[in-house]
């Protein structure tokens, strides 16, 4: 069985988030990232799975890399935040 790290990609439009790490005692901009979690499917050397059963998201250390693990409605409101709001037709 395969039971590596998948690779860790920055959530798009999520702007980062200036905090205290709580492994590496720096205060940095973490990022927020998505993983698969639970049962994935995928092929070992292409670091992705296919399909996961779902999906967790972090706050994760450009330091020292540790991921904190935030709720599903904390991802999405850091996501509305960074996208820009759209303009209403005239």
Known sequence: ????????????????????????SNIAPHVLVDQPCGIAVGIPFLRRPFWSSHRGY????PICGQLNEISHDAAQAMIRKGKPESQGAP
Do not use: N, T, Y
């Open 1 to 24: 069985m395969f039971f590596g790290q998948f690779s860790i990609e920055p959530v798009d439009g999520a702007p980062p988030l200036e905090k205290v790490c709580g492994r590496c």
């Open 58 to 61: 972090f706050l994760a250390c």
